[in-house]
């Protein structure tokens, strides 16, 4: 751990360690002892930056000590700036590199990308391919003509790409084609079972899921051949737990188990974060995997962000497009919940508007009662009539709230 970084360095992790009881880096202790710590969460980083601009209290740098400064794109609340000093920049390119090339891409294999290389960290991932020595095809988001003519010419044997945009792909590339590995990331989905075989048969290639968050590092776990979960990929640069987000006990690691991640940086120059909560769901597995890896694996099982509470049951709105995506092909598997009320909780029936056959309303409302326990009122539209993006879709849809 970097303590002694943050004790002399950051005046916001000074007062919070003073605040819980720990004078000195020497009173915190090794990372045996970090469960003693306190939490960061991400309001507090958005009040320290607001209060301490431009890079807030937490920042251990001066701004003329970055190398690279992203932004988060301020969809729950103002933007937060992330500054990288350059060895930061050069871990994050590393983990990239583990992350990337964990599902076999390897050197002189093309790959075509779709993430901007604009403000968010996304971009960031884009020095992963490099590293790995791919030939790197960028076509940047929301290009899909630029993106089939390359397949077409260039014939790549890798995509990169949000799951809900290699879903709107899949309808629209040609039957054949060189791909034979999608990677896919920044939101959840790609590793749901129904969802991903539904996106294996319909793109002819194998779909690989991999997870970052950009506090932390643009890519942190990717998944194998296998696809067994996805592998941590940032071992020795930044420590990882899993706690319980109601109550915030830390929970062991052991196959099967479910919580929230929380992520310490290790060697992190320009702001290092202490017990950072990332508000990803997960389940864990830590017995080694058939790809010979012994490093932990999770899956996503949604963001506590996006949840919804109806009459005291959590609902992730990607557990519900997994739910749905069983009665392929006789839906799309394109979803949008449209919550009656603008809060987390709701009451039921929650209405959920679904592509498909139309005689599929009530079973599908009986599958999700069964599978999450909650009373979902199904409204099936005809396929192609919900919104697509070419980011990330919206799977919540406030706009009718009251
Ligand atoms: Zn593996």
């Given at each position: 751990?970097?303590?002694?970084?943050?004790?002399?360095?950051?005046?916001?992790?000074?007062?919070?360690?003073?605040?819980?009881?720990?004078?000195?880096?020497?009173?915190?202790?090794?990372?045996?002892?970090?469960?003693?710590?306190?939490?960061?969460?991400?309001?507090?980083?958005?009040?320290?930056?607001?209060?301490?601009?431009?890079?807030?209290?937490?920042?251990?740098?001066?701004?003329?000590?970055?190398?690279?400064?992203?932004?988060?794109?301020?969809?729950?609340?103002?933007?937060?700036?992330?500054?990288?000093?350059?060895?930061?920049?050069?871990?994050?390119?590393?983990?990239?590199?583990?992350?990337?090339?964990?599902?076999?891409?390897?050197?002189?294999?093309?790959?075509?990308?779709?993430?901007?290389?604009?403000?968010?960290?996304?971009?960031?991932?884009?020095?992963?391919?490099?590293?790995?020595?791919?030939?790197?095809?960028?076509?940047?988001?929301?290009?899909?003509?630029?993106?089939?003519?390359?397949?077409?010419?260039?014939?790549?044997?890798?995509?990169?790409?949000?799951?809900?945009?290699?879903?709107?792909?899949?309808?629209?590339?040609?039957?054949?084609?060189?791909?034979?590995?999608?990677?896919?990331?920044?939101?959840?989905?790609?590793?749901?079972?129904?969802?991903?075989?539904?996106?294996?048969?319909?793109?002819?290639?194998?779909?690989?899921?991999?997870?970052?968050?950009?506090?932390?590092?643009?890519?942190?776990?990717?998944?194998?051949?296998?696809?067994?979960?996805?592998?941590?990929?940032?071992?020795?640069?930044?420590?990882?737990?899993?706690?319980?987000?109601?109550?915030?006990?830390?929970?062991?690691?052991?196959?099967?188990?479910?919580?929230?991640?929380?992520?310490?940086?290790?060697?992190?120059?320009?702001?290092?974060?202490?017990?950072?909560?990332?508000?990803?769901?997960?389940?864990?597995?830590?017995?080694?995997?058939?790809?010979?890896?012994?490093?932990?694996?999770?899956?996503?099982?949604?963001?506590?962000?996006?949840m919804l509470i109806v009459r005291g049951v959590n609902v992730f709105?990607?557990?519900v497009?997994?739910?749905?995506?069983?009665?392929?092909?006789?839906?799309?598997?394109?979803?949008?919940i449209?919550p009656r009320l603008?809060a987390v909780r709701q009451e039921p029936p929650l209405p959920i508007?679904?592509?498909?056959?139309?005689?599929?309303?009530?079973?599908?409302a009986?599958?999700i009662r069964?599978a999450l326990a909650f009373t979902a009122e199904?409204?099936?539209?005809?396929?192609?009539?919900?919104?697509?993006?070419?980011?990330?879709?919206?799977?919540?849809?406030?706009?009718?709230?009251?």
């Amino acid at each position: 751990m970097q303590v002694e970084r943050l004790f002399e360095r950051s005046a916001f992790y000074r007062a919070k360690l003073r605040a819980a009881g720990f004078s000195s880096a020497q009173a915190v202790g090794g990372l045996d002892r970090i469960a003693e710590l306190p939490f960061t969460e991400k309001d507090e980083l958005r009040a320290s930056q607001a209060a301490h601009p431009p890079l807030g209290a937490h920042a251990a740098i001066d701004i003329s000590q970055a190398a690279r400064i992203y932004s988060t794109s301020g969809t729950s609340g103002t933007p937060l700036y992330i500054p990288l000093t350059r060895q930061d920049v050069g871990q994050w390119r590393e983990i990239g590199r583990r992350t990337y090339s964990c599902n076999g891409l390897k050197a002189g294999e093309r790959v075509v990308t779709t993430y901007g290389a604009g403000p968010f960290v996304a971009g960031a991932a884009l020095a992963a391919f490099e590293a790995i020595g791919a030939v790197h095809i960028p076509v940047g988001v929301g290009n899909t003509d630029k993106l089939l003519a390359a397949v077409e010419r260039l014939q790549p044997e890798a995509l990169a790409c949000t799951p809900s945009y290699a879903l709107y792909l899949s309808e629209k590339l040609p039957r054949k084609h060189s791909l034979q590995r999608v990677l896919v990331g920044g939101e959840p989905g790609g590793g749901e079972q129904p969802f991903r075989e539904k996106l294996q048969s319909a793109l002819g290639a194998k779909v690989y899921e991999i997870m970052g968050i950009g506090d932390i590092a643009a890519s942190l776990w990717g998944e194998c051949p296998a696809q067994a979960g996805m592998h941590f990929s940032a071992e020795g640069l930044i420590h990882v737990e899993l706690i319980d987000p109601d109550t915030g006990a830390v929970k062991g690691f052991s196959d099967g188990e479910t919580g929230e991640l929380v992520y310490t940086h290790l060697q992190r120059e320009a702001a290092p974060l202490l017990r950072f909560r990332s508000r990803d769901q997960v389940r864990m597995w830590t017995s080694p995997c058939s790809c010979g890896r012994n490093s932990l694996r999770v899956r996503c099982i949604g963001r506590t962000d996006d949840m919804l509470i109806v009459r005291g049951v959590n609902v992730f709105p990607s557990a519900v497009r997994e739910v749905v995506a069983r009665f392929q092909p006789r839906v799309t598997g394109a979803i949008l919940i449209q919550p009656r009320l603008r809060a987390v909780r709701q009451e039921p029936p929650l209405p959920i508007m679904v592509e498909g056959d139309a005689a599929l309303a009530q079973t599908i409302a009986r599958a999700i009662r069964d599978a999450l326990a909650f009373t979902a009122e199904i409204r099936m539209v005809p396929p192609q009539s919900l919104p697509r993006s070419d980011y990330k879709s919206r799977l919540v849809d406030f706009s009718s709230a009251g």
